[in-house]
């Protein structure tokens, strides 16, 4: 009998302690939760509600139901930074995991200095976003810029890359692809994880190293190159700062370098149309949500988890 009543007790303390342990949890993430309710959730929320109204700042929003919605698909300018976007992302997510793996690829020789040149290659991601950066990329890319100036050492005579409409989204994707360090790193780790003993395998059977590279590295780090995609993709369709910046706050010249994110923001802090682009900002999310949904069901196809 007594050995039951100490299960007992037993068992009530564990729960209790349980109990316990779950409000201690709850009261070190109430912080967390009312941050998520009054700076993430709240303001989504009033977002969604001004998508449907009028709204200029000024006066009380007035309801207009899905005018806003319908109204994009009338205005030039939206379908242009559409366009601009998708070409800027499409065109420079791509060259920059290629840049990252190409990278990751040569450090993972081994080589001395590796902790340097993985924190000088890691640099560029830390300050690509910048406005400074973007003050300098404006800059190297200008008409008496450092990429004229080396152009005209073997006498080429450069012009304003970022003034000439054809050239100046280049420019930009350009800098998205400088900013390759953070998929670096993770292409790294990633290479570390694939063991050895199968390139042994295949320097004995024959294989050349791109061979090798095409069997057994590319396959084994699907995983990390979906991830990578993934967050790049994320990451460039909401890319603002280069754009205002290397482009004056305008998007040009020509609207060439009119990113989404920045024609909504001429939209609701230029002509004070907040009603129109909070629907801009909503229509941006299912673009992103989508392009990640088709992301993920692609992945079967082509990424190999090694089960």
């Not at 309801?63 to 601009?84: A, H, K, Q």
């Not at 801009?280 to 990424?303: C, E, H, P, R």
Request: aromatic share 14%.
């Amino acid at each position: 009998m007594s050995v039951i009543q100490e299960l007992s007790r037993g068992k009530q303390a564990g729960a209790a302690r349980k109990k316990g342990d779950g409000r201690w949890a709850l009261l070190f993430l109430a912080p967390w939760f009312v941050g998520l309710a009054l700076i993430t959730a709240g303001p989504m929320g009033a977002s969604l509600w001004l998508s449907f109204t009028d709204y200029d700042l000024l006066s009380a929003p007035e309801w207009v139901g899905l005018e806003n919605y319908t109204r994009m698909f009338d205005d030039p300018r939206f379908l242009t930074s559409l366009g601009v976007t998708f070409t800027y992302v499409f065109v420079s997510v791509p060259l920059q995991l290629a840049a990252a793996l190409g990278l990751a690829l040569l450090l993972d020789k081994g080589m001395r200095g590796l902790a340097l040149y993985r924190s000088v290659y890691y640099l560029p991601s830390l300050l690509g976003g910048s406005v400074a950066i973007a003050i300098l990329w404006r800059q190297i890319f200008g008409a008496d810029g450092l990429v004229n100036q080396v152009l005209a050492l073997v006498g080429i005579q450069g012009q304003g890359w970022v003034s000439h409409p054809d050239y100046a989204l280049g420019t930009l994707m350009a800098l998205n692809v400088w900013t390759f360090g953070a998929p670096m790193v993770i292409f790294l780790a990633g290479l570390r994880q694939i063991p050895q003993m199968y390139y042994e395998a295949a320097s004995i059977d024959g294989a050349s190293r791109w061979r090798q590279f095409r069997s057994i590295t590319v396959p084994l780090l699907t995983p990390i190159i979906f991830f990578n995609l993934v967050l790049q993709l994320i990451e460039a369709f909401q890319s603002f700062t280069r754009a205002f910046v290397v482009s004056g706050g305008n998007g040009g010249p020509s609207d060439s370098t009119l990113l989404y994110t920045l024609y909504l923001y001429l939209k609701g802090f230029g002509s004070l149309d907040m009603g129109y682009a909070s629907a801009m900002a909503w229509f941006l999310l299912l673009i992103i949500g989508g392009m990640t949904v088709v992301n993920f069901l692609a992945s079967k196809y082509w990424v190999f988890y090694d089960d």
